[in-house]
């Protein structure tokens, strides 16, 4: 046995002889062991339910009975977000985005159901995760029992008999840092079940390896730290003051600010104020319920040259239908300007507030996080896109029964008595314009390479502290 493994032997030994960090580990391991199962166990809950409302909202849709196709339009479509694998262990922002939106035409409704508990101004406190309990409170059992692993050598005066018996600084530091790496492989155990279980439920094994390895990592940033101030400071409560100041700073203060200066930054504009113009810019595309309205004379006076007929009422197509599928193209163009506007601002935000990570290892680890398992802002946005393709699909196709299906005739006086909303109807096998909405993250390389920048400021942490604690250890005297 080498004497880097014997110290970190005796270290341990040290440990378990402390009472209270013995409860502190018990404590961190079984709050860690069931806030992984029971975040498991909710995960695979919403995905289950999900899942379920996705496909009675698809069963429901199509067995719609005979009608108008353009009651069809405004009855519309759910859809859902099934939380990824990875969710069990960072669900990120699934809890203030919102998991589902009503599809229907002529507008684009936002993302709903979000966690009522989930607060922003609760700074992340919100609900429990294991990514929370990682990120957040880890940190402070490393500081409680590694900050005096050096100094409780100085203490007791063992370190200069240590040193004169040919236990070099260098030594020494390795053996503490192996008793702290032991510590560190113990406490990643939970993300290790999570990246397993998340494997084999489907999430790529790249994605996977690499979130329990960031989880690592940022352990490892701590380890370093705390043993670097445990060198070169010489009293506890010296190395506990700068160690909590450290955690207060990096973990409290710096993502604030970063929130703040992002927001001052690139502010957004408020939502009264944008619906206001949106609306504006939509009252200029004409009432597509209207097909006498001014804004359709051009499409109306093109058709009627194209077929070489006088009126509507001689088109071979319903002239009513037509109008609905040009204004929801043209509507339709002008939501997804404003939407791609709003999302490019928050992307934008969130881009600045990633800056910060290179000064805060937890918003590094957290953006990562978030970024690995697929519950990050880029694939909620994603997530609203592919759902405005659904809805602008559907309603299309709906639109297009409207102008096949239908005669223009019978859609004028369908208000006419019983006979004419039964002669308004189309077949319902006209609904099937509806395709399955299954929403899955993206690609693990993908994902990977938006954490990739986190990652590598982790990594520069860890080697920076790690390079000035071996040097101080190089120099250390008792």
């Given at each position: 046995?080498?004497s ?31 806030t ?93 995760t294991?990514?929370k309990l ?57 993300a ?14 790249l ?11 940022y352990?490892?940033?701590?380890t ?16 506990l ?26 502010p ?12 504006d ?8 319920h209207?097909?006498?309205d ?8 093109n ?8 009126r ?7 002239f009513?239908?037509?109008v ?14 404003y ?14 507030l ?9 918003l ?6 978030r ?7 880029e ?7 592919e ?16 102008i ?21 109807r ?11 909405f ?13 954490a ?9 942490w ?11 250890a ?5």
């Amino acid at each position: 046995m080498n004497s880097a493994t014997r110290i970190a032997k005796e270290e341990w030994r040290q440990w378990l002889r402390s009472r209270l960090a013995v409860l502190s580990l018990i404590v961190f391991t079984v709050l860690l062991f069931f806030t992984t199962v029971l975040t498991t166990l909710d995960m695979q809950e919403a995905r289950h339910k999900r899942l379920h409302q996705q496909e009675q909202a698809e069963e429901t849709f199509l067995n719609q009975p005979d009608r108008h196709p353009h009651r069809m339009v405004h009855y519309g479509h759910y859809v859902f977000r099934t939380p990824p694998p990875l969710a069990m262990f960072d669900p990120g922002v699934d809890a203030v985005t919102g998991q589902s939106i009503f599809l229907e035409g002529h507008r684009q409704n936002s993302a709903m159901f979000a966690d009522a508990r989930a607060k922003a101004r609760t700074g992340g406190f919100g609900g429990l995760t294991p990514a929370k309990l990682y990120y957040l409170f880890l940190p402070l059992l490393i500081i409680a029992l590694g900050h005096g692993v050096i100094l409780r050598e100085r203490e007791a005066r063992t370190l200069g008999p240590l040193l004169s018996q040919g236990v070099s600084g260098e030594r020494l530091y390795r053996g503490k840092l192996l008793a702290l790496a032991i510590l560190i492989g113990l406490l990643s155990l939970p993300a290790l079940f999570s990246s397993i279980a998340a494997s084999v439920l489907g999430e790529s094994p790249l994605a996977s390896v690499m979130l329990y390895l960031g989880n690592v990592l940022y352990l490892s940033v701590w380890t370093a730290l705390t043993l670097c101030v445990s060198i070169i400071t010489r009293s506890r409560g010296v190395a506990l003051g700068v160690l909590t100041a450290f955690w207060v700073v990096t973990i409290l203060v710096i993502p604030r600010v970063g929130v703040t200066s992002a927001s001052a930054t690139l502010p957004t504009e408020g939502k009264i104020l944008t619906d206001m113009r949106m609306n504006d810019d939509l009252r200029k595309l004409g009432d597509g319920h209207n097909a006498a309205d001014p804004a359709f004379a051009k499409l109306r006076a093109n058709l009627l040259a194209q077929y070489n007929v006088e009126r509507v009422e001689d088109l071979p197509v319903n002239f009513r239908g037509i109008v609905a599928s040009k204004s929801e193209t043209d509507l339709t163009q002008t939501l997804n300007a404003y939407a791609e506007k709003r999302m490019q601002r928050e992307r934008a935000q969130a881009v600045h507030l990633a800056a910060y990570g290179w000064l805060s290892p937890y918003l590094a680890i957290g953006g990562a996080s978030r970024n690995l398992a697929g519950t990050d802002l880029e694939t909620h946005h994603r997530f609203l896109r592919e759902a405005e393709a659904i809805r602008y699909e559907f309603v299309q196709g709906l639109n297009k029964a409207h102008i096949e299906k239908l005669s223009y005739i019978d859609d004028i006086n369908r208000n006419k008595g019983e006979e004419g909303w039964k002669r308004a109807r189309v077949d319902a096998a006209n609904w099937q314009v509806l395709n399955d909405f299954r929403f899955t993250p993206d690609q693990a390389v993908d994902r990977l390479s938006r954490a990739t920048s986190k990652l590598v400021s982790l990594l520069l942490w860890f080697i920076a502290l790690l390079g000035i604690g071996l040097i101080a250890a190089r120099r250390l005297t008792p």
